[in-house]
């Protein structure tokens, strides 16, 4: 498995990174544990987690929970903890479900961390990510009808500040490795970073934000700054919650699947998705290439440093992924993929 910076923190992480944000609700303990020790097996050794999740449903019930049951596995199958990178997230402003709904600043972040400290039955963390900006943010389909709110430029400044102050305390503490954040935009990207250099806080070492075949925001701004400033990109959704694999085609609702559990899984359905799907799928058959992992091989192949995060519901669903994360895809084939990026841009 290729090891990759992870930003300019002084660590290194796989270049494939298990997701777990079923683990409690699609996927039992039980599995999760299979799973866990399944990738180990196989050298992926970058774990994605947040203390919100299970998702699908999210629930004050299961808050915490997949830290939870990833804590039990670490405690029982885990002796080596060095061996493993532990990525986690502080949820930001929400419905309630989560610390009452507040956002992100240096007490609740101290307040948060702790506590994923104690479900995950480790004393540190190797990376605790900001889960959405305060302010908000153009992701998960708000980019249609973005317009940036007013914002307090100084107080929120402030706010990056308090929250960069408590992780230069964590780290002096020895709990925590770096800080990155996830579904961010460039300017607040550049704004964190800028605050990092001006008076030598701590620097975001990465972005976990949505990338796939279907979904290449980060192809442009982000990626620029990615490449000038050293932010490692954590790829979520490469298969864009399974609409890549093709289960979803001609109308098909495979039961037990995300679009089974979740009628529309944030606005990606859309006609234009499929179609693409299906050229993509045209092409992975042109080439005798499983499309599942031509998708997830094109997502560690950009221009710009990529971790990508890829889940499982079920062992099979995991074999099948592993089987192909050697799968390297040719000059010819990134060439058609741009092709047909270009006939099928934006599918959702």
Known sequence: MRTIPLGRSGLTVTDYCLGTMTFGTQTSQD???????????????FLDTAEMYPVNPISPDTVGLTETIIGNWIAQS??????????????????????????ITGATLRQA?????QRLQTDHIDLYQLHWPNRGHYHFRQNWTYKPARQDRDAMLANLQDVLDTAAELIAEGSLGAIGLSNE???????????????????????QNEYSL???LHDTDLGELAVNEDITLLAFSPLAVGILTGKYQNGAVPKGSRLDIQEEPSGRTTPRAFAATDAYHALAREHGID????????????????????????????????????TVLSPEILAQIDKINHAHPMPF
């Open 214 to 216: 279907l979904y290449r």
């Open 78 to 103: 885990a002796p080596n903890r060095d061996a493993y990178r532990i990525a986690t997230k502080i949820t930001g402003l929400n419905e309630g479900y989560v610390r009452s709904g507040q956002p």
């Open 291 to 326: 499309p599942v992992h031509m998708a997830l091989a094109f997502t560690v192949q950009r221009p710009f440093s990529v971790s990508t995060i890829f889940g499982a519901t079920t062992m099979a669903q995991l074999d099948h992924v592993i089987d192909g994360l050697d």
């Open 185 to 207: 935009t460039a300017w607040g990207t550049a704004q964190w970073l800028r605050l990092s250099e001006e008076r030598g806080l701590p620097r975001m070492a990465s972005i």
């Open 113 to 117: 961390f702790t506590a994923s400290l």
């Open 31 to 45: 599995t999760a544990h299979r799973q866990l020790s399944r990738a180990a097996e196989a050298g992926i050794t």
